[in-house]
């Protein structure tokens, strides 16, 4: 059993000591210049309207006014160089993962003390006319980039909503990987509905090997050997209702990305 004691860690990320992509990047569609730069004093507001027009969830004012001031968030901004309007958004916290809720600590194998460093990516988005440009990918890989860099961090993780297959394609195609359905994760309108936790592993890190695993290459080998809908449609209900147990989730700011 690890016994490590993570209640004194901090883990700092502090935008001086990190590295911003290219000063202006084009989008390839409307010819548009975009610039970077992290979320400072003042940003909250507009910050809120994207959350509030992105996500069907309500943070609190006091988390606007935390991602701006905190250090311990790494929160990206994507804004048109010319009027400096924010179209993009990236908030990711780090914390040991000894402090992930009891579903999240799927993500790392066992052998990975609790005062490992992991990311969680708690929003991700970009405004409707500037989706499918690569605006996502620059944000997100901005942040593997610094915490690959300070090479203590071993998994970047995130929740999203079940039936948001275009997020789920964006993650995948990033090599985030499955990790976990979550039952009546998030409560939308009164529904509650489920969600999927995904991780991407850097420096080292990799996940526990559990029997969905094995039970999801197995029928892989069979997909890429006979291809067939059926045995698609069985992978996919082992993975996703019968391998994974009725969590609930405990922390006040849930994630939802979305990519279109």
Same mark, same amino acid.
């Given at each position: 059993m690890q016994t490590e004691s993570i209640q004194d860690i901090t883990v700092n990320l502090d935008p001086s000591e990190t *590295? &911003?992509?290219? $000063? !202006?990047?084009?989008?390839?569609?409307?010819?548009?210049?975009?610039?970077?730069?992290?979320?400072?004093?003042?940003?909250?507001?507009?910050?809120?309207a994207l959350c509030c027009d992105w996500f069907p969830i309500e943070y609190p004012d006091q988390w606007y006014d935390d991602i701006?001031?905190?250090?311990?968030?790494?929160?990206?901004?994507?804004?048109?160089?010319?009027?400096?309007?924010?179209?993009? *958004? &990236?908030?990711? $916290? !780090?914390?040991p993962f000894g402090q992930c809720n009891r579903e999240d600590q799927l993500i790392l194998h066992k052998t990975f003390p609790f005062t490992t460093p992991v990311s969680y990516i708690l929003i991700l988005g970009v405004v409707?006319?500037?989706?499918?440009?690569?605006?996502?990918?620059?944000?997100?890989q901005n942040l593997v980039n610094n915490l690959s860099r300070r090479g203590t961090c071993k998994a970047i993780y995130l929740h999203v909503l079940y039936s948001n297959k275009q997020?789920?394609?964006?993650?995948?195609?990033?090599?985030?990987?499955y990790r976990a359905h979550l039952p009546h994760y998030y409560c939308i309108k009164?529904?509650?509905?489920?969600?999927?936790?995904?991780?991407?592993?850097?420096?080292?890190?990799?996940?526990?090997?559990?029997?969905?695993?094995?039970?999801?290459?197995?029928?892989?080998?069979?997909?890429e050997s006979s291809p067939c809908r059926l045995l698609s449609s069985l992978r996919l209900f082992v993975m996703n209702k019968f391998m994974w147990p009725d969590y609930q989730r405990n922390t006040s700011y849930k994630q939802i990305s979305r990519i279109i």
């Open positions: *590295v &911003l992509p290219d $000063d !202006i990047h084009v989008l390839p569609n409307s010819n548009v210049s975009i610039s970077f730069r992290f979320l400072r004093p003042g940003d909250q507001n507009e910050v809120k701006v001031h905190d250090n311990k968030y790494f929160s990206l901004a994507a804004f048109e160089t010319n009027n400096h309007r924010i179209v993009g *958004v &990236l908030v990711a $916290d !780090i914390f409707k006319e500037y989706r499918r440009q690569g605006l996502a990918g620059i944000l997100l997020a789920i394609q964006f993650y995948q195609s990033k090599q985030f990987q009164g529904e509650n509905l489920d969600g999927y936790c995904f991780a991407l592993y850097i420096n080292g890190g990799y996940p526990p090997v559990t029997l969905s695993d094995l039970l999801a290459s197995w029928w892989s080998y069979l997909l």
